[in-house]
């Protein structure tokens, strides 16, 4: 996927759009977190249903990577906002001009949604 077509298809998808959502975790427990409203991406001719097993890895121009949960991404000001873990707190920012490749992925665990 584009940058471009990655911020256009985020475009409203902010913190304040975020919607508390509970999961059921494979080790058992379930969790709380904000997740984005995004039902689905158009990633070059394929259709990615958003959920919460898809990951989204982004690639910096400096070769750097993280590996977000996408539910839990949004973006504000030119800066994509995502969590690295289903804990509170793991959140790291990118900025899009700084953005060289991005890639989805199934982490194939299973998740499941309690409520969305």
Same mark, same amino acid.
């Given at each position: 996927?584009?940058? !471009?077509?990655?911020?256009?298809?985020?475009?409203?998808?902010?913190?304040?759009?975020?919607?508390? =959502?509970?999961?059921?975790?494979?080790?058992?427990?379930?969790? %709380?977190?904000?997740?984005?409203?995004?039902? !689905?991406?158009?990633?070059? %001719?394929?259709? @990615?249903? $958003?959920?919460?097993? /898809?990951?989204?890895?982004?690639?910096?121009?400096?070769? $750097?990577? =993280? +590996? *977000?949960? #996408?539910? +839990? =991404?949004?973006? %504000?000001?030119?800066? /994509? +906002?995502? !969590?690295?873990?289903?804990?509170?707190? #793991?959140?790291?920012?990118?900025? /899009?001009?700084?953005?060289?490749? @991005?890639?989805? #992925?199934? $982490?194939?665990?299973?998740?499941? *949604?309690?409520?969305?």
């Amino acid at each position: 996927m584009t940058v !471009s077509s990655l911020a256009e298809q985020m475009q409203g998808v902010n913190q304040a759009s975020m919607k508390k =959502v509970g999961v059921k975790m494979p080790s058992g427990p379930s969790a %709380e977190y904000m997740a984005n409203t995004v039902d !689905s991406l158009q990633c070059a %001719e394929e259709k @990615i249903a $958003n959920g919460p097993r /898809l990951m989204m890895r982004i690639t910096d121009k400096e070769d $750097n990577q =993280v +590996t *977000y949960y #996408f539910d +839990t =991404v949004f973006l %504000e000001d030119s800066i /994509l +906002t995502g !969590s690295t873990s289903r804990l509170e707190g #793991f959140k790291t920012k990118v900025r /899009l001009k700084s953005i060289e490749k @991005i890639q989805f #992925f199934d $982490n194939r665990l299973d998740i499941k *949604y309690l409520s969305k």
